[in-house]
């Protein structure tokens, strides 16, 4: 009798320019690789049923719904950090493994969240967004006041490899780094010469810049909000490159009118892509509204280069080669 011909599913998020040709090589001699580019869960109903391994970026969830259909899951890798929209716990009674992929982009990341508080806090983007829409003079004025930032105090929310690695770059430029993150054991503060935060509410209220680096956990959702944002100096700036949820952004539009933010830069969003009607969106897009000029949205891209992307494809492929093979698989997350 003919051996079934295994299969990997990749939900989301395909790569058409180069036909899968990393998936393909690094799997192709043991599964056929199957690309859906989906953007919800319905949408892979019917399709992903007898996958042997599943790959998933973040332009969908797979729910208790899916997982109790899947026939022969042996794997469901997460090319990715974040774990949030997946039912790791619901898998792992089903016997799936779950892991994804912590070390692909922590220098892209990092490198976006110091890109983002550059452009927030030596005026960069303002000064572009004003000049450009023909407002105001041609002249430094438009954003004064800023401030040196060399002795400001950058807040971490997450010291993971991420965080780690942000800390680094905020050092770098002279800035005096604190974190705050519950679940790092003792030491880390010490090694890295940075400061230790144990109450958040003692974060918030000595960051010039809180740079969050967290995942979404029921813990975090909405940590950040119009009451924590309060707590904050008045003309502090929000850098969320973690995930969406994090932040309450509705909150944010209101806090920068106020003056108690003087900016944000936001690369995810608890919705992507948002509603056009969302508060954060329409302000960001109302040339009149006072946050207009003082909002940075991008599209979730902070992980991304070429070399970053190839790595996300790579590694979670192998993922699934070992899920296949039957060997140990790495950064299993439940």
Avoid at 12 to 34: M, N, Q, T
Avoid at 68 to 75: A, D, F, G, I, V
């Amino acid at each position: 009798m003919m051996q079934r011909k295994q299969r990997v599913v990749i939900t989301d998020f395909i790569f058409i320019a180069d036909a899968l040709e990393p998936e393909k090589r690094i799997l192709g001699d043991l599964a056929e690789v199957v690309a859906l580019d989906a953007y919800s869960e319905d949408e892979v109903a019917g399709r992903i049923e007898d996958a042997d391994a599943i790959m998933m970026y973040h332009n969908l969830g797979l729910t208790r719904k899916t997982i109790e259909r899947l026939s022969h899951c042996k794997l469901i890798v997460r090319c990715g950090v974040g774990i949030d929209n997946v039912d790791r716990e619901f898998a792992r009674q089903r016997g799936i493994a779950v892991a994804n992929i912590p070390d692909y982009g922590s220098e892209e990341v990092a490198d976006s969240a110091i890109g983002m508080t550059l452009a927030l806090t030596r005026g960069f983007h303002r000064l572009n967004s004003l000049l450009r829409a023909g407002i105001g003079p041609w002249m430094y004025t438009q954003v004064v006041p800023l401030h040196r930032l060399r002795g400001r105090s950058f807040g971490i929310v997450g010291l993971g490899r991420i965080g780690t690695a942000t800390a680094l770059r905020a050092k770098a430029l002279g800035m005096d780094v604190a974190f705050y993150d519950p679940y790092k054991p003792s030491g880390y503060d010490k090694s890295l010469g940075v400061r230790r935060i144990e109450d958040f509410d003692d974060l918030l209220a000595q960051s010039y810049v809180l740079s969050l680096h967290c995942p979404l956990t029921d813990e975090t959702h909405h940590m950040v909000n119009r009451h924590t944002i309060a707590k904050m100096p008045v003309g502090a700036y929000l850098v969320n490159t973690a995930r969406g949820a994090v932040v309450d952004t509705t909150a944010l539009p209101d806090a920068i009118a106020s003056g108690q933010l003087a900016g944000a830069a936001i690369d995810v969003l608890e919705h992507e892509p948002p509603a056009a009607d969302h508060p954060l969106i329409a302000a960001w897009r109302d040339p009149q509204h006072p946050a207009h000029h003082r909002l940075i949205v991008n599209p979730h891209s902070a992980f991304y280069c070429e070399d970053g992307l190839m790595d996300m494809r790579t590694k979670g492929s192998e993922a699934c080669r070992r899920a296949l093979l039957g060997k140990p698989i790495p950064n299993v997350v439940n």
